[in-house]
């Protein structure tokens, strides 16, 4: 069964704190992978997008990697700023012909001062 | 910048209700999403579509039809409205090309009572 698992659920850090988000995938053919970043009651926006030949992809303070053969990924968000308070969605394309996607049910990051 | 728009941010509706949640994108997009969104669950697909006139269904496409007489509107219609149909509602675009990025809107957050 294709499947996005992504871990901790909720995570609380201190602003300008490190921290990373981790995304695990059985979804198979795999296309790409993307992160979104959700704000409270608004719609997700991407992050990055990255096939299965690219293995870290930068966005600003985000960076994501990519494990083609273990199946996983991971979110590392610098310095950390209230702003990033967020859900931050994992979702992985599983066919090269269409625009299906699988998506994980995020991780709720919450940055307090 | 891409802009996709929902007609509303907050609706409520009674059970029975014909329901209409509007979606517009100005970026000239083929393809075109309804999803939903529910605690613990992530989005899951309502229906698509790929051209005017077209639709395909998604995941969960009962209880739930879809229109898109122009190319830049997608509209998903609740027939008749039931309590397990509160949710959030998410519209989504992307170009032609499978695997592109899709933008999504900000969200319709429908309650049925």
């Known amino acids: 069964k294709n499947q996005v698992e992504q871990s901790p659920q909720s995570l609380i850090i201190l602003e300008g704190k490190n921290c990373t988000l981790q995304?695990?995938?059985?979804?198979?053919?795999?296309?790409?992978l993307r992160w979104y970043k959700q704000d409270t009651g608004r719609g997700p926006v991407s992050l990055t997008i990255m096939t299965f030949s690219e293995n870290t992809k930068s966005n600003g303070r985000y960076t994501a990697t990519l494990d083609a053969d273990t199946k996983q990924s991971s979110l590392h968000i610098t310095a950390s700023q209230l702003s990033d308070s967020a859900s931050y969605i994992c979702?992985?394309?599983?066919?090269?012909?269409?625009?299906?996607?699988?998506f994980g049910t995020g991780t709720r990051l919450q940055v307090f001062p | 910048d891409v802009k996709v728009t929902q007609s509303s941010r907050y609706l409520v509706k009674r059970t029975g209700e014909k329901v209409f949640l509007e979606c517009v994108q100005d970026?000239?997009?083929?393809?075109m999403f309804w999803y939903r969104q529910d605690p613990g669950l992530g989005l899951r697909l309502i229906y698509f579509?790929?051209?005017?006139?077209?639709?395909e269904k998604g995941d969960i496409p009962e209880g739930y039809s879809v229109s898109r007489e122009k190319k830049e509107r997608f509209s998903l219609i609740l027939e008749s409205a039931s309590t397990n149909q509160t949710s959030m509602y998410l519209c989504?675009?992307?170009?032609?090309?499978?695997?592109?990025?899709?933008?999504f809107g900000p969200g319709t957050r429908l309650t049925v009572t």
């Open positions: 989504a675009s992307s170009p032609g090309l499978a695997g592109g990025e899709q933008y």
């Open positions: 579509s790929y051209d005017v006139k077209m639709k």
């Open positions: 970026m000239d997009h083929e393809n």
């Open positions: 979702v992985v394309s599983a066919d090269y012909n269409t625009d299906k996607l699988i």
């Open positions: 995304c695990n995938y059985t979804v198979s053919p795999f296309s790409n």
